[in-house]
């Protein structure tokens, strides 16, 4: 990649990055009141999402084995764990570590 190209790959980004973070200050200012539909996609898309990415992780889980036990420890720690504390960079972090630790100690 040449330097210009570089410069160019970087300004796409930040305009990306602006547009998306700006436009629904713009389209939608103070004391406007969203429609329904923004209000209601607010309030499912988080979990759609959170959703989505569990599958995303999940679907090149080991068939074999030890038939993703690790994975399904992790998740029920997770999900204990946000119960509990509902923090979720905590259970984000700590259901990290401990799926690394299960999978380079004890399921090789």
């Known amino acids: 990649m040449t330097t210009a ?11 990306g990055t602006m547009v998306t973070r700006f436009l629904p200050f713009i389209i939608f200012p103070e004391g406007r009141t969203p429609p329904s539909y923004i209000t209601y996609l607010g309030t499912v898309l988080p979990y759609a999402v959170i959703g989505l990415l569990v599958v995303y992780c999940l679907k090149d889980a080991p068939t074999g084995g030890h038939f993703a036990i690790p994975e399904l420890i992790a998740i029920v720690f997770i999900a204990v764990l946000h119960k509990w504390k509902k923090n979720t960079l905590l259970s984000i972090g700590a259901g990290t570590v401990l799926y690394m630790f299960l999978v380079q100690t004890c399921f090789r």
């Open 5 to 15: 190209q570089s410069i160019l790959t970087i300004a796409a980004v930040v305009l």
